[in-house]
C-alpha cells in the first residue's frame, strides 16, 4: 500500500514539473502558451554548424567524418558531461607522409570539433586532452575552447596555422 501511495506521488509530481516546464510566459503576458524563441536561437549548437563557420575561415579544412554513438572511437559521444556532437576534418597543409598509417578521423590529420553541454565540460576535456599528451610529443596538439565548443588542431600545423583556428573560433560569437 506505501509503495503504491509513493508511486502515485511521485508521478504526480513529475506530471507537475513536466507542466510547469512546458509553458513559460511571453510579453503578451499570456502564461500558458509555450515561449516564442528566435529561429536562430533555438538552433542547437552542434559540431558540423560549427565547422560550417569555421571552414569559411580556414579555406584548408575539409570535414572527413561526423562522429556517433557507433562509430565514436572514444565511446564518449553523449555520456554524462561528455561531449554532444563531435566531427573531424582533415586540413589539405598536412603533408600525406607524416600521417601515414593514422585513421580516417584522427586528429592529427587536421583536426576535430567536440561540443558539450557547457563550457565546463569543454574546459575539463580540454584539460585532460593537454595532460595525457604532456609526455607524448607525437599525441599533442593544439587545443581552443570557446563556451562549450573544443576545437582540436594537429600539431603537425605550425603555430601561426593552428592560430587560424583559434582565430574562427574566437569568432563564432
Known amino acids: 500500500m506505501r509503495r503504491r501511495t509513493a508511486a502515485a506521488l511521485t508521478a504526480i509530481a513529475a506530471l507537475m514539473l ?8 511571453n510579453s503578451s ?4 502558451s509555450p515561449a516564442k524563441v528566435d529561429a536562430a536561437v533555438s538552433k542547437p549548437l552542434t559540431a558540423s554548424t ?15 567524418g561526423t562522429v556517433t554513438a557507433d ?11 561528455q561531449y554532444t556532437s563531435k566531427i573531424t576534418f582533415t586540413d589539405s597543409r598536412i603533408k600525406t607522409s607524416d600521417v601515414e598509417g593514422t585513421d580516417k578521423g584522427d586528429v592529427e590529420r587536421g583536426g576535430a570539433i567536440e561540443v558539450f553541454g557547457d563550457g565546463a565540460g569543454a574546459q575539463a576535456r580540454a584539460k ?4 595525457v599528451t604532456k609526455s607524448l610529443p607525437a599525441l599533442s596538439e ?32
Open 142 to 173: 593544439y587545443d581552443y575552447v570557446h563556451g562549450a565548443v573544443l576545437v582540436r588542431v594537429s600539431h603537425y600545423l605550425t603555430p601561426t596555422q593552428a592560430a587560424e583556428y583559434k582565430t574562427a573560433a574566437n569568432g563564432l560569437g
Open 29 to 32: 503576458g499570456d502564461s500558458g
Open 18 to 25: 513536466a507542466g510547469c516546464s512546458a509553458t513559460s510566459s
Open 71 to 81: 562509430n565514436d572511437p572514444n565511446h564518449l559521444l553523449g555520456r554524462p558531461n
Open 50 to 64: 560549427v565547422f560550417t563557420k569555421l571552414s569559411g575561415t580556414v579555406a584548408s579544412a575539409k570535414l572527413s
Open 128 to 131: 585532460y586532452i593537454q595532460a
